[in-house]
């Protein structure tokens, strides 16, 4: 791979959990000879009737608003919407959600609901839960919501009260779907031993990536991977960064000019906010990367952690950068975000 960013060019039994209006209890029970569950990994599936549709189109956008800008801007999921009849054929989806407003007899998903949920819980009252999620209820790494309102303003103050608890589940979905994919912590391969071998930290990297840069004297190392063209890079100064939001948004902002030497940071939906890396607290930067020659012009979305470990006095920064014009990035992106939070620090 050349150095330069020309290399641009080259039955619900199994998992089952409450939610209560104080509590939640979980109660999981072993699912074995079950297939994989199907679907990608940005793409939900909603069972509802056709008159509820519109409605929960917007309330599930309200909770599912994570959107990366390329510089366009992509969800982290796309919706399809089926109605009740094809739930049979839809049911061994990966993210999959049945839903109804109201438990009117002619409201199709509430009689579907009906026979997907005990008596006592389908029959809950306006100030209990009306949420329900299981895991491997039909198929394996398979997550299915149930929302089984008695109104609109039913629904709508649960899921606002249990917002964040809805995206963490999908997204803790979404890593157990991935981790065995992107991930093999079993065995080095040689790009990870070549990383370890000259630098103070380990990195667990998937078949194939490559090394672009391994320079360990001038604190940088860039790996890079094609179709899609994906680049993470770690970079380290001696010494604290972090400490408040100008110092870091310098050190962040300048490091491509530094390093990749042709490419810089656009301010478009330029972000910077605090965040938790690993054990670390931690500066989160996301944003738009573009090359410095206008003649090339490309580029694509960023990302960037930096933190600060006080026994190797360092400070550390992890950068994604993603070239792939005119196609879906958001999941690769989130691939690359669990590949650097596979990130250790040796003898630290």
Known sequence: MNKNIVFIVKNLRCHLVFIFSISIIFISKSCTGKREALGPDNEIRIICSNSDKKILKDLLNSVFDDTLFTPEPEPYYYFKFSTPEKFSKLKNQAYLIVASLSREDDNEASQLIKKLLPSHQYHANKDQQPIYMTRD??????????INGLSVDHVKKFIKEKEEWIKKQFLGQYQVRQKNYIL????????ENLISAKNDWNLSVPWGWEIINNSTDSGFVWIGKEMPFQWISVSWDSGSFVSNQLIAGRSIWNMPEKNYKNIRFNDYKFNLTKTKFLSYDAWFMEGIWETINELESKGGPFRSYLFYDKIKNKTYHINMLIFHPGNNKSLYMRQMDMIVKSFSLINS
């Not at 093999?184 to 790009?191: E, R």
């Open 184 to 191: 093999d912590t079993n065995v080095k391969n040689s790009v």
């Open 137 to 146: 209820t039909y198929s394996r790494n398979q997550i299915l919501m149930i």
